[in-house]
């Protein structure tokens, strides 16, 4: 689940804590138009961190190893698609930035 978070700079985020990388990384398996491994968000939680003026995402492993995009990049590459459940927006890993977790 994705949460608004705001940090000590005075920036905020929508931010998923606690991935497990292996079971929550998006993987087509030609299953969809989604062409690569992706980070999805909720729709109707990015419509809300919009509305709000948030500009980040961030993804953030169990392990600590991060992704962070801004959301114009979701406007502009994701690919939408419906989970069974909701729609979602998916985003490539290629327009992430990825930082290993630290040791």
């Not at 940090?7 to 138009?33: C, L, S």
Request: proline letters at 3%; aromatic letters at 10%; glycine letters at 6%.
């Amino acid at each position: 689940m994705a949460a608004i978070e705001a940090f000590p700079d005075g920036t905020t985020a929508i931010v998923r804590r606690g991935v497990n990388v292996q079971r929550h990384t998006f993987k087509p398996m030609g299953r969809t138009h989604v062409m690569e491994p992706a980070w999805c968000f909720n729709l109707a939680h990015l419509k809300v961190a919009w509305r709000r003026g948030v500009r980040k995402a961030i993804v953030v492993a169990e392990d600590g190893e991060t992704w962070r995009t801004s959301l114009r990049q979701f406007k502009h590459a994701a690919r939408i698609f419906i989970d069974g459940y909701d729609l979602q927006l998916a985003l490539g890993l290629s327009h992430w930035q990825h930082e290993e977790a630290s040791a």
